[in-house]
């Protein structure tokens, strides 16, 4: 029986792993609609994983988790630590609105306003939850592309202390350590996880110069985290969660002082901190209505210290204040009213520029359900920045299901905008020949999508097609010299995402999905940057024995147009690439696992982006262990 409920679960957790809407009804997401709703009732294309997924796979960063996700186009400058940017259905990679456990992570002082990926570890990761389209209609700007909500451990139940290390290949030595439980009123989670990567070979042999050795990248990552509960009264209760991330990277830079430039013959070295943290009270004034009330505030800081005079130090800090507020008003059974009030502020510095912005928001949503089949979802949403001035985006998402057939019918359709980052507006570089635009537009953007899901053989066998469709107006790039920033007229992104789930056996479980991306600048019809037309996964997971699991992942990422490594070439083609990796665990005894993985198992040796090779052949194994107090 013990052998029959594993496999139940490892069944349930892998159709759950890269869904874009599975229809078991206690899978919950919250993102789409920001309450929990059963996530076969939302319009919008939706990727759950969980954290029974990242540890099937073995999954250390989240960049790694993202990969394998529909819809995402993921580029990371090399190995562990290197910057790392996601590219949602071919918009840009600020278009997509970043949330830690209700965090809004962006950060102010980068060059787009992007999330930085490439410092964010797995350790103490729950959930993370994907939403693919316009989202400005309930999160404002950056959501042009969708939203991807990150939602770390809660504890619950009697205490839990596990820890984990690993090491392997490039110098690798990984550690992680949790304790999390709740006693009384109150719940608590304490994470701390180090990631070490002491030589990872990035730099191309190509690119050097004749007789210089290549060096390798090391990186080192300490991820602080804790989350806190604590529940008042039957009606309140107190949410804390805070994280601090400290990081750091020795990588080979460009040297200017040829053109083109080559890599440098002696490494910089990047510093990182990063600090989140939130407070949030909940209160149910009466049995229908709900609000919350938090405050979040954020830090961001990057420090580069370059090796000569082409590469000077740099620094920057940005910094994010917000107060949210969000009620819900259950209206009628099967109707509910939100309503949302939001306030920030934005800062950006460095060595010579200090800038800052606020924005204010009010949005409604109004979830009903009809006939019991029949789902929607409308929101409206008005922003008002102080640069820009009033924005108003609005969002429906309707879903249906054919009880007969078993089939579900979705859709959304939406707008979007996106605020010129601070960054873009006054942060200069005029060494580089490049200088900031102050007269830059918000981008717009209008999108839909629309897809079916269907079942057969008593839900052994599933898949599914969404088409998506996304049109933005004022596109910012680099203009055509590579010295400024423009806004184009418009550009265009549609494409089709398609998947199928089989439970071929009790034990074995196989997943495929495919995206097809087009992507294009409608004046010049180019094709934007670093969008693949074509992504595929394969991913099987097989219960060997009750002890013990396989992971078999593929990946294969299409050509795609890129620039050479110091964009001397504006335009080239990429080749395209599939690389295999497998992971398996053995379960020693109830308290110890023994698990090991090998990444890029056919050595694959391959560029994303061109000029920075990511790792070849990795092999690593370690040892987990967990105790569990007495209930």
């Given at each position: 029986?013990?052998?029959?409920?594993?496999?139940?679960?490892?069944?349930?957790?892998?159709?759950?792993?890269?869904?874009?809407?599975?229809?078991?009804?206690?899978?919950?997401?919250?993102?789409?609609?920001?309450r929990?709703?059963?996530?076969?009732?939302?319009?919008?294309?939706?990727?759950?994983?969980?954290?029974?997924?990242?540890?099937?796979?073995?999954?250390?960063?989240?960049?790694?988790?993202?990969?394998?996700?529909?819809g995402?186009?993921v580029?990371q400058?090399?190995?562990?630590?290197?910057?790392?940017t996601?590219?949602?259905r071919?918009?840009?990679?600020?278009?997509?609105?970043?949330?830690?456990d209700?965090?809004?992570v962006?950060?102010?002082?980068?060059?787009?306003?992007?999330?930085?990926?490439?410092?964010?570890?797995?350790?103490?990761?729950?959930?993370?939850?994907?939403?693919?389209?316009?989202?400005?209609?309930?999160?404002?700007?950056?959501a042009?592309?969708?939203?991807?909500?990150?939602?770390?451990?809660?504890?619950?139940?009697?205490a839990?202390?596990?820890?984990?290390?690993?090491?392997g290949?490039?110098?690798?030595?990984?550690?992680?350590?949790?304790?999390?439980?709740?006693?009384?009123r109150f719940?608590?989670?304490?994470d701390?996880?180090?990631?070490?990567?002491?030589?990872?070979?990035?730099?191309?042999?190509s690119?050097?110069?004749?007789?210089?050795?290549?060096?390798?990248?090391?990186?080192?990552?300490?991820?602080?985290?804790?989350?806190?509960g604590?529940?008042?009264?039957d009606?309140?209760?107190?949410g804390?969660?805070?994280?601090?991330?400290?990081?750091?990277?020795?990588?080979?830079g460009?040297?200017?002082?040829?053109?083109?430039?080559?890599p440098?013959?002696?490494?910089?070295?990047?510093?990182?901190?990063?600090a989140?943290?939130?407070?949030?009270?909940?209160?149910?004034?009466?049995?229908?209505?709900?609000?919350?009330?938090g405050?979040?505030?954020?830090?961001?800081d990057?420090?580069?210290?370059?090796?000569?005079?082409?590469?000077?130090?740099?620094?920057?800090?940005?910094?994010?204040?917000?107060?949210?507020?969000?009620?819900?008003?259950?209206?009628?059974?099967?109707?509910?009213?939100?309503?949302?009030?939001?306030?920030?502020?934005?800062?950006?510095?460095?060595?010579?520029?200090?800038?800052?912005?606020?924005?204010?928001?009010?949005?409604?949503q109004?979830?009903?359900?009809f006939?019991?089949?029949?789902?929607?979802s409308?929101?409206?949403?008005?922003?008002?920045?102080?640069?820009?001035?009033?924005?108003?985006?609005?969002?429906?998402?309707?879903?249906?299901?054919?009880?007969?057939t078993?089939?579900?019918?979705?859709?959304?359709y939406?707008?979007?905008?996106?605020?010129?980052?601070l960054?873009?507006?006054?942060?200069?570089?005029?060494?580089?020949?490049?200088?900031?635009?102050?007269?830059?537009?918000?981008?717009?953007?209008?999108?839909?999508?629309?897809g079916?899901?269907?079942?057969?053989?008593?839900?052994?066998?599933r898949?599914?097609?969404?088409?998506?469709?996304?049109?933005?107006?004022?596109?910012?790039?680099?203009?055509?010299?590579?010295?400024?920033?423009?806004?184009?007229?418009?550009?265009?992104?549609f494409?089709?995402?398609?998947?199928?789930?089989?439970?071929?056996?009790?034990?074995?479980?196989?997943?495929?999905?495919?995206?097809?991306?087009?992507?294009?600048?409608?004046?010049?019809?180019?094709?934007l940057?670093?969008?693949?037309?074509?992504?595929a996964?394969l991913?099987?997971?097989?219960?060997?024995?009750?002890?013990?699991?396989?992971?078999?992942s593929?990946l294969?990422?299409g050509?795609?147009?890129?620039?050479?490594?110091?964009?001397s070439?504006?335009?080239?083609?990429?080749?395209s690439?599939?690389?295999?990796?497998?992971a398996?665990?053995?379960?020693?005894?109830?308290?110890?696992?023994?698990?090991?993985?090998?990444?890029?198992?056919?050595?694959?040796?391959?560029?994303?982006?061109?000029?920075?090779?990511?790792?070849?052949?990795?092999?690593?194994?370690?040892?987990k262990?967990?105790?569990?107090?007495?209930?």
């Open positions: 029986m013990r052998f029959l409920s594993k496999q139940t679960a490892l069944r349930a957790a892998l159709i759950i792993f890269a869904s874009s809407a599975a229809a078991e009804p206690l899978v919950i997401t919250v993102t789409p609609n920001r929990e709703v059963p996530i076969d009732q939302v319009g919008s294309t939706v990727t759950v994983v969980t954290a029974e997924d990242i540890e099937l796979k073995q999954h250390r960063t989240v960049p790694d988790v993202l990969r394998t996700i529909p995402l186009s580029t400058n090399g190995g562990p630590g290197g910057s790392t996601v590219s949602l071919g918009t840009n990679t600020n278009h997509a609105k970043v949330l830690i209700g965090i809004d962006g950060d102010p002082s980068t060059a787009n306003g992007a999330f930085d990926f490439g410092n964010l570890l797995t350790a103490d990761v729950e959930r993370i939850e994907v939403v693919r389209g316009p989202q400005s209609g309930l999160y404002g700007s950056d042009i592309g969708g939203v991807i909500n990150i939602v770390t451990r809660k504890g619950r139940g009697p839990r202390a596990t820890a984990a290390i690993e090491g290949s490039f110098e690798t030595l990984n550690m992680a350590a949790g304790l999390s439980g709740s006693t009384g719940t608590y989670a304490f701390v996880a180090h990631l070490h990567a002491g030589d990872t070979p990035v730099t191309p042999l690119l050097l110069p004749a007789g210089r050795a290549r060096i390798g990248d090391k990186a080192d990552n300490l991820t602080l985290s804790t989350r806190l604590a529940r008042i009264s009606d309140f209760d107190l804390f969660v805070a994280r601090y991330v400290d990081a750091s990277l020795r990588f080979t460009d040297d200017f002082s040829t053109f083109p430039s080559v440098a013959a002696a490494q910089s070295r990047s510093l990182n901190t990063m989140l943290t939130r407070l949030e009270a909940r209160h149910r004034t009466f049995e229908a209505f709900e609000q919350r009330l405050i979040s505030y954020t830090e961001h990057r420090e580069i210290r370059g090796i000569d005079a082409f590469t000077p130090d740099t620094a920057y800090t940005g910094d994010r204040t917000k107060v949210d507020w969000l009620g819900t008003y259950q209206l009628l059974p099967g109707h509910s009213l939100m309503g949302g009030l939001e306030a920030a502020t934005d800062k950006l510095h460095d060595r010579s520029t200090r800038a800052e912005n606020d924005t204010s928001a009010g949005f409604v109004l979830d009903s359900v006939w019991g089949a029949l789902y929607n409308v929101s409206l949403r008005h922003d008002d920045n102080e640069r820009f001035g009033g924005v108003t985006t609005w969002r429906v998402a309707p879903s249906y299901r054919i009880e007969a078993d089939t579900r019918l979705k859709a959304s939406g707008t979007g905008f996106k605020a010129p980052s960054s873009q507006l006054f942060v200069s570089y005029p060494a580089f020949n490049f200088f900031a635009n102050p007269n830059l537009k918000p981008e717009r953007s209008t999108g839909y999508d629309a079916f899901e269907q079942t057969f053989m008593r839900d052994r066998l898949f599914g097609v969404t088409y998506f469709h996304n049109d933005i107006d004022d596109l910012i790039t680099t203009n055509a010299r590579f010295t400024s920033l423009e806004n184009r007229p418009s550009a265009t992104t494409g089709v995402e398609s998947f199928v789930t089989f439970a071929a056996t009790p034990a074995l479980t196989i997943r495929g999905d495919h995206t097809y991306t087009e992507a294009r600048d409608n004046e010049t019809g180019n094709a940057l670093r969008r693949p037309k074509h992504k996964s991913a099987a997971i097989w219960q060997v024995t009750e002890e013990s699991t396989l992971s078999l593929a294969h990422v050509a795609r147009v890129d620039g050479n490594r110091d964009f070439i504006q335009r080239l083609t990429a080749p690439y599939t690389v295999i990796n497998l398996g665990t053995h379960e020693l005894t109830r308290s110890t696992t023994l698990f090991g993985r090998i990444e890029n198992l056919t050595d694959k040796q391959y560029q994303d982006p061109t000029g920075f090779e990511r790792p070849g052949l990795g092999i690593y194994v370690g040892v262990v967990r105790y569990d107090a007495a209930p």
